[in-house]
């Protein structure tokens, strides 16, 4: 069978890329055309475009890009029309995504929905939307399903949350190995993640990076994004206990003895991993001000969302200042600080459903279509 998988993002690129490996074990003669990254890009299938062509952030700059947006949803249709999958595989990215449903559905062309949008957060008008376009909505968040079908009225499956498999299944690597490859010495590490995109790395790293002179027993390790190279993070590296290590988080956080990190799945993934971690936010002024005045959510962090506290510290615009952040990040590095913290993680984990979210996901959509 043909499928035709549109992911928009970093997070979705992994999330696709497993739910790619289940589809091929389930389908053999599975035919897979994608928007997607390199991760999914690795498993096989055609790639049509990639997700660093694709990623705007915030209010004010989707506006400025809104000609190379249009631009894509175009190219992406007449794609489709030529491929003429058995189904489309939508993996978050409402803004995009919604539009291309809309027109799918039109010319009857199945619609599954794995990682919903955020809808719960704001934009729930989109509910209506997401009723008339999409045929099955698979949810990774168990306070979704509630959503969706107390709520609205919409049935869904929870298929628990595909970062559990991610991390679980992640390679073990030794410390001494890692810290010699890296070229990092024997203090501790405090991870930074300031997240993926070009404007968000700029904002972020400069503040993260304000409390360094104030912890020397610590080595602050900077997460390259994969899609931004080397050259782009130099500026930034002006101490000797700064270091950068590209697209390789995942090792980095099983290293790692806190974190400072951009709101987003790597607040949860630095959580699955049980680092200690000060959640930093910072947007332009102007989408931070429109963000505020529609978003009614209690937090910005899954953690805490998915737990109704606040278990991890968000430090959010102007509370995201070097006295908070050296505050913060003194607390979790104390050791009973740290104990209650990995406990919360412990439950956490167990609310977020078992392993397998991919294979769950990819037998029902298997399923539906035979």
């Given at each position: 069978?043909?499928?035709?998988?549109?992911?928009?993002?970093?997070?979705?690129?992994?999330?696709?890329?497993?739910?790619?490996?289940?589809?091929?074990?389930?389908?053999?003669?599975?035919?897979?055309?994608?928007?997607?990254?390199d991760l999914m890009q690795n498993v096989g299938g055609t790639l049509v475009k990639?997700?660093?062509?694709?990623?705007?952030?915030?209010?004010?700059?989707?506006?400025?890009?809104?000609?190379?947006?249009?631009?894509?949803?175009?190219?992406?249709?007449?794609?489709?029309?030529?491929?003429?999958?058995?189904?489309?595989?939508?993996?978050?990215?409402?803004?995009?995504?919604?539009?291309?449903?809309?027109?799918?559905?039109?010319?009857?062309?199945?619609?599954?929905?794995?990682?919903?949008?955020?809808?719960?957060?704001?934009?729930?008008?989109?509910?209506?939307?997401?009723?008339?376009?999409?045929?099955?909505?698979?949810?990774?968040?168990?306070?979704?399903?509630?959503?969706?079908?107390?709520?609205?009225?919409?049935?869904?499956?929870?298929?628990?949350?595909?970062?559990?498999?991610?991390?679980?299944?992640?390679?073990?690597?030794?410390?001494?190995?890692?810290?010699?490859?890296?070229?990092?010495?024997?203090?501790?590490?405090?991870?930074?993640?300031?997240?993926?995109?070009?404007?968000?790395?700029?904002?972020?790293?400069?503040?993260?990076?304000?409390?360094?002179?104030?912890?020397?027993?610590?080595?602050?390790?900077?997460?390259?994004?994969?899609?931004?190279?080397?050259?782009?993070?130099?500026?930034?590296?002006?101490?000797?206990?700064?270091?950068?290590?590209?697209?390789?988080?995942?090792?980095?956080?099983?290293?790692?003895?806190?974190?400072?990190?951009?709101?987003?799945?790597?607040?949860?993934?630095?959580?699955?991993?049980?680092?200690?971690?000060?959640?930093?936010?910072?947007?332009?002024?102007?989408?931070?001000?429109i963000a505020k005045r529609i978003i009614t959510l209690k937090y910005i962090s899954?953690?805490?969302?998915?737990?109704?506290?606040?278990?991890?510290?968000?430090?959010?615009?102007?509370?995201?200042?070097?006295?908070?952040?050296?505050?913060?990040?003194?607390?979790?590095?104390?050791?009973?600080h740290r104990k209650q913290l990995l406990a919360q993680y412990d439950i956490l984990?167990?609310?977020?459903?078992?392993?397998?979210?991919?294979?769950?996901?990819?037998?029902?959509?298997?399923?539906?279509?035979?």
């Amino acid at each position: 069978m043909k499928y035709y998988i549109i992911a928009g993002e970093a997070s979705g690129d992994l999330h696709g890329s497993n739910l790619m490996k289940a589809l091929l074990k389930e389908d053999q003669g599975a035919d897979i055309r994608f928007w997607g990254g390199d991760l999914m890009q690795n498993v096989g299938g055609t790639l049509v475009k990639h997700y660093e062509e694709l990623a705007f952030m915030g209010f004010i700059e989707v506006l400025f890009n809104l000609k190379t947006i249009l631009g894509n949803i175009k190219i992406c249709k007449e794609d489709i029309t030529q491929f003429k999958p058995d189904v489309i595989i939508f993996i978050d990215y409402p803004g995009f995504n919604m539009r291309i449903a809309k027109w799918a559905k039109e010319i009857g062309i199945k619609t599954h929905y794995y990682i919903s949008p955020q809808i719960w957060a704001w934009k729930e008008n989109r509910i209506k939307a997401i009723k008339r376009d999409v045929d099955k909505m698979y949810v990774i968040l168990p306070f979704e399903k509630t959503f969706y079908e107390d709520k609205h009225h919409f049935p869904v499956t929870f298929v628990g949350h595909p970062l559990i498999d991610a991390i679980h299944n992640h390679p073990s690597i030794d410390s001494a190995v890692f810290r010699t490859e890296n070229n990092l010495n024997e203090k501790p590490i405090i991870a930074l993640l300031p997240g993926s995109r070009k404007q968000e790395i700029t904002k972020m790293l400069s503040v993260m990076l304000s409390v360094v002179k104030d912890f020397p027993d610590y080595q602050f390790v900077i997460a390259g994004a994969p899609s931004q190279d080397y050259s782009f993070y130099e500026k930034f590296i002006t101490y000797e206990n700064i270091k950068f290590i590209s697209n390789k988080t995942y090792d980095l956080l099983q290293n790692s003895t806190a974190a400072l990190v951009t709101s987003g799945t790597a607040t949860l993934e630095t959580a699955l991993f049980k680092v200690p971690e000060v959640v930093c936010y910072k947007g332009s002024w102007a989408s931070y001000q429109i963000a505020k005045r529609i978003i009614t959510l209690k937090y910005i962090s899954l953690v805490n969302l998915i737990m109704d506290e606040e278990v991890v510290t968000e430090l959010i615009q102007e509370n995201c200042t070097t006295k908070q952040i050296k505050k913060e990040l003194t607390k979790i590095l104390e050791v009973n600080h740290r104990k209650q913290l990995l406990a919360q993680y412990d439950i956490l984990e167990k609310k977020l459903g078992g392993t397998g979210a991919s294979e769950k996901t990819a037998k029902l959509i298997v399923a539906d279509l035979k």
